[in-house]
């Protein structure tokens, strides 16, 4: 991309909670493909993949404040209203139409130190266009007593085909600045499903984290 990325937000704060609206005028972070042209060899035949970057302009939309009714629960949402340069590829329309990406969630944490956040996404993070399918998810942490250790779970299923991610872990406070997280992620579902294409991530993971 050569032309500039730009964008503008501004934010308020009320009695129970925070708004804020943008807008933002740039390109999508993924390629897309351009052209395809076939490109004939001695033996055999390739092809010329070109690609390029569409432009879009999001309108965004997002709050923060008390949950009616529960008292200590947050409620938290994002909206985005994205207008996609029409794009095409051997004459079929990758993107076209306006559409929009959400993720409204809360969180609440118990009296026995149950952090719990329960969310609805419209748009996973690698979806755009007529792609956009919904999703629940469900992030669960306990904090021990007398322990530096912290058990934490994390689960995202897809409402269109069942497919699923589950995340089980477990992090440990050496100190009030470093920590290790051991975790094991699951995936289930066919490859073809939303989810199930990212079987490759399925796997055991341990992740430091250092604050200074």
């Not at 993924?30 to 970057?53: F, H, I, Q, R, W």
């Not at 923060?64 to 029409?86: K, N, S, V």
Request: glycine residues 10%; charged residues 20%.
């Amino acid at each position: 991309p050569e032309n500039p990325v730009w964008g503008i937000k501004l934010g308020r704060s009320f009695t129970s909670f925070d708004a804020a609206i943008s807008y933002y005028n740039g390109y999508y972070l993924n390629a897309y493909p351009e052209t395809m042209k076939p490109v004939p060899d001695a033996s055999e035949m390739s092809l010329n993949l070109e690609l390029g970057y569409p432009k879009k302009s999001v309108f965004g939309f997002e709050f923060q404040g008390d949950f009616p009714g529960i008292e200590g629960a947050t409620l938290r949402g994002d909206l985005a209203y994205i207008i996609p340069q029409p794009w095409e590829t051997q004459g079929e329309d990758v993107l076209k139409d306006l559409y929009i990406k959400a993720a409204i969630g809360a969180d609440y944490t118990t009296s026995f130190d149950l952090y719990l956040n329960v969310g609805f996404i419209w748009g996973f993070a690698f979806e755009e266009g007529d792609q956009c399918s919904p999703y629940i998810s469900l992030n669960a942490k306990k904090e021990l007593k007398d322990s530096k250790l912290t058990p934490n779970y994390l689960g995202i299923i897809s409402l269109q085909d069942g497919s699923m991610i589950n995340s089980i872990g477990a992090s440990y406070n050496f100190t009030d600045d470093f920590s290790i997280t051991f975790s094991y992620v699951s995936i289930l579902g066919d490859q073809t499903s939303k989810l199930g294409q990212m079987g490759s991530a399925e796997g055991l993971y341990l992740m430091g984290e250092w604050s200074f």
